[in-house]
């Protein structure tokens, strides 16, 4: 029997293949990253790589160059409860020719109880925000010349001046599961920097799109464990889902400056629904240009800075907005010594975020707004030094908008050089994580011991 179509069934068919990612947009960039990738790398790679050392030689060169840290943190948590977890980092580097250079690195995760970290190392395709027991931060090739440099594989992206919250500095995957101890994962990257004069210019292709990692909410944080309950964005993990970055930086006597432009994912992800008739829903991290830049000036002891990101969210699916940072930091060595301290610094800045288009997309559910931290708020810290080897930290926000102030302080006892011990507590009112934004209130102590070999 032929089958046929009713009208009902044809709009919604019409409308689904609406709903459809376009793939020309992705091909298409895809094809300009890697012509552009082809076309400068070109001259970089046209010389033979010297013969590789013995595999012997390079293990034992790897092996002198290892440096080990060991943290063992002690914390309660007021939704958490309390807990005991280490991390051991692990990092080295060697030469494997005279003109190029590996490096390598990561940490492992123990903890008790065990807070759903699960899996082995992330691949790069995985679209998974879980935190995970191992984690792999540094694995890539460095060549430097004269002229040029090219990084090639898994290294850390930092791009922002301010001293406290960096909105510029959003490119590189962090792990949030421990909050009081964030750590950047590093992003797989091909990277060609052209240093002339006092000016460097730098391409960044950013072949996957790679996210944060958090831990498995408690029952005790409902609005957040349902947002982590969705569903992640399901993208292919190709060059296509990556981005571009184009950075222009430079650094003269007294002040630096730089200005850049990125093509690829927003930095934040957006509640959306991904169907028609039962509405599922996905958190995405829509398509987006963004132009950014910052700047910094030194006048003796003080630093002024500031720093701003716009993003361009295309086809509506997102907000457009500007976020941006200003502060400035001094270090009074004339006060600490009237005060009896071996040292005194200081930093305050405020942050802001302008929302200039609102989202178009009937789809989008929930804008990015909630995810982007530190909208209107002022940040503070404050370090002091009594003794050579203690070390006080105290730091603070006032959110002017629907988040809720933190407080924090810290206390550190260097025990030697290769071991430290550090005691801290407070509140957390407004979240760091970049994720989901503001969140409930969470009262904070730990005790941590480092050791590093």
Excluded: C
């Excluded at 400068?40 to 590789?52: D, R, S, T, Y």
């Excluded at 006597?253 to 850049?260: E, I, L």
């Excluded at 930091?329 to 610094?345: P, V």
């Excluded at 002091?384 to 603070?396: H, I, K, S, V, Y």
Aim: no cysteine.
């Amino acid at each position: 029997m032929k089958r046929t179509t009713s009208a009902a069934g044809t709009r919604v068919r019409r409308l689904l293949l609406r709903l459809r990612p376009a793939p020309k947009a992705r091909l298409s960039r895809a094809g300009i990253a890697l012509a552009l990738v082809a076309a400068l790398v070109q001259p970089v790679f046209a010389q033979p790589m010297l013969v590789q050392p013995e595999q012997a030689g390079l293990a034992q060169a790897l092996a002198q160059a290892a440096t080990w840290e060991v943290e063992a943190h002690l914390e309660d948590m007021a939704h958490a409860g309390a807990g005991l977890w280490t991390r051991t980092t692990f990092g080295t580097s060697a030469a494997l020719t005279d003109r190029w250079r590996m490096e390598f690195g990561g940490y492992a995760v123990f903890e008790h109880p065990d807070s759903g970290r699960y899996g082995g190392l992330a691949a790069p395709t995985s679209a998974a925000i879980h935190a995970r027991p191992v984690e792999l931060t540094r694995l890539n090739l460095l060549r430097s010349e004269p002229g040029y440099s090219v990084l090639l594989g898994k290294a850390e992206l930092a791009l922002g001046v301010a001293e406290i919250h960096a909105p510029t500095d959003r490119f590189d995957a962090r792990d949030h599961s421990h909050f009081l101890h964030a750590r950047r994962l590093g992003r797989w990257q091909l990277r060609l920097d052209l240093p002339r004069g006092d000016y460097t210019l730098s391409l960044i292709v950013l072949p996957f799109e790679e996210s944060d990692r958090h831990r498995r909410v408690t029952a005790s944080d409902p609005a957040t464990a349902a947002l982590l309950a969705t569903p992640w964005d399901t993208r292919s993990g190709g060059v296509a889902d990556g981005g571009v970055l184009l950075r222009h930086a430079v650094v003269r006597p007294g002040h630096d400056f730089f200005v850049g432009l990125h093509w690829g994912p927003g930095a934040y992800p957006t509640l959306r629904q991904s169907g028609v008739l039962a509405r599922p829903s996905v958190l995405r991290r829509p398509e987006a240009v963004s132009a950014f830049g910052g700047a910094v000036a030194t006048l003796e002891n003080w630093r002024l800075y500031a720093e701003a990101l716009y993003q361009h969210t295309r086809h509506g699916a997102d907000q457009s907005f500007l976020r941006y940072t200003v502060g400035t930091s001094a270090r009074l060595a004339d006060l600490a010594t009237r005060l009896g301290l071996q040292d005194l610094e200081w930093s305050a800045e405020y942050a802001g975020d302008r929302v200039l288009r609102q989202a178009g997309d009937a789809r989008v559910l929930r804008a990015s707004e909630i995810g982007r931290p530190y909208r209107d708020t002022l940040l503070f810290k404050l370090r002091l030094q009594p003794a050579e080897d203690w070390t006080l930290t105290l730091a603070a926000t006032r959110p002017f908008d629907e988040a809720a102030p933190s407080r924090a302080a810290k206390l550190d006892y260097r025990w030697s050089d290769n071991v430290q011990v550090s005691a801290q507590a407070g509140v957390r009112g407004e979240s760091v994580q970049g994720l989901f934004g503001a969140g409930a209130r969470e009262r904070f102590v730990s005790l941590g011991l480092d050791i590093r070999f």
